[in-house]
């Protein structure tokens, strides 16, 4: 598996990062939504260096030019509700593309333990197709393996790049050691070494659903 941070280059991405971290800014629910929105787009911008070009060409109203333009679409995927901001930062960039929803949610046990239930799946016919598949946070790695394992439903995806803003190093290795799908790219935008026993990343942003759209009811 290939892994990719960007948050190791120096570039306005991280101001983005420095900003849905911040106490004092992220609170803002619209402007997060907005800054993750924006690290999809970087995201989206990144990854479309990876596709399949040719060239054609095109009819200007001086003449002809030749354009370097993808051959491919790519299947966007994300795990609700969290992951929507980031999904739409991707549709804003591959604005033709088809598109996959992934419900996931933690089923609470007694005791505070939780296992991770996959409730809902919409999606195209992924058989050969190349996936983008993306989540804010890459906690403990359980519900993107299940995200994955519910992609396979729909048929063997040619190559998936998984998204995540924020992953822990434990994530990493347990996504690394698990996939069911080989032809793997991970994109980061941050790792932090740090998580939780209720598997919140450390230092990370605290909870990306509730910053985008309010606290949940127990």
Known sequence: ???????NQNSIFNHFIREIRDIKIQNDSMRFRRNIERIGEIFAYEISKKMKYKNKE???PLGI?????????????????AGLPLHQGFLNYFDSSDNTFISAYRKHKKGGDFEIKIEYLA???????????????LASGSSMILAMEAILRKGKPKHIHIVAVMSSSEGINYLKQN?????CTLWVGAEDAEMTAESYIVPGLGDAGDLSFGKKSE
């Open 179 to 183: 996939t069911p799908i080989k032809n």
């Open 123 to 137: 999606s195209p016919n992924l058989e050969d197709k190349t996936i983008i598949l993306c989540d804010p946070m």
């Open 58 to 60: 095109i009819t200007t």
């Open 1 to 7: 598996m290939e892994i990719i941070n960007l948050g």
């Open 65 to 81: 030019s030749t354009e370097s333009l993808m051959t491919e679409k790519p299947v966007l995927a994300t795990i609700l509700r």
